[in-house]
């Protein structure tokens, strides 16, 4: 994977439609992505991505035969270290939290530039999580609302003893969707530093992504949308 060794990650894309999967494949080959292989329904993907292993997959939600979420859940329960990246015509939030209890690490309309596409396959290969910031606002509102928790299923639990002020600072941060840079710039650190931070509060916390941090940071009251965090810090 990208992290680890400095290649490119291995995608597997899945799409009923031959002319979407064609032009990720030409958009993501030549930004030097290697696509491994390509799956016109959502059992397809399955089978592909457990003889492929490959590093993301790019999910259409709407497939025959098996649909992207389901496919989605069972791809990552027999490959966990595989990251998805959901991408769909259709900007409706019960997809969002669905996808997000099925373990999927990104979230992209299917009208995102060729640039953006390839930057957010290099980005969940990394470990980080992926969400379109349109579809973000709106997931962070029905976390508060508390209407989300009985889509996304069991809770992640966690004990927040574990971390250290400085790191319930960033998973503070983490929650109000900052990325990197940004929490360098808020927190006046460099991001080395905070990438280490955020290592760190994933280790302790058993996280695997942002998606789960941003999560976690709701369902314990470490955010609130509109409002202030648990340390009093304004939030917008």
Do not use: W
């Not at 993501?28 to 399955?46: C, M, P, Q, S, W």
């Amino acid at each position: 994977m990208t992290a680890a060794d400095g290649t490119a990650p291995r995608v597997l894309i899945a799409d009923d439609q031959t002319l979407i999967r064609t032009g990720f494949r030409l958009i993501l080959t030549a930004r030097g992505i290697t696509v491994v292989g390509e799956a016109a329904d959502g059992a397809e993907a399955v089978a592909e991505a457990r003889r492929l292993r490959p590093d993301v997959v790019l999910m259409d939600i709407r497939m025959p035969a098996m649909d992207g979420l389901e496919a989605t859940r069972r791809i990552l329960e027999r490959t966990p270290q595989c990251r998805v990246l959901i991408l769909t015509t259709f900007d409706l939030d019960r997809y969002v939290y669905t996808a997000l209890s099925a373990g999927a690490s990104g979230f992209l309309l299917k009208d995102v530039t060729p640039e953006h596409l390839a930057a957010a396959v290099r980005l969940v290969d990394t470990g980080d999580a992926l969400l379109a910031p349109s579809i973000t606002r709106r997931l962070v509102e029905r976390f508060a609302s508390g209407a989300a928790s009985a889509q996304l299923g069991p809770s992640v639990h966690a004990d927040l003893a574990a971390l250290t002020p400085r790191e319930l600072e960033v998973l503070t941060l983490l929650g109000r969707g900052l990325s990197n840079l940004e929490l360098a710039a808020e927190l006046t650190l460099s991001e080395a530093t905070v990438k280490s931070h955020v290592a760190r509060i994933f280790a302790k916390l058993a996280l695997r992504d942002r998606a789960q941090a941003v999560v976690l940071a709701y369902e314990t009251g470490l955010v609130r949308p509109g409002g202030l965090g648990a340390g009093g810090s304004p939030q917008g």
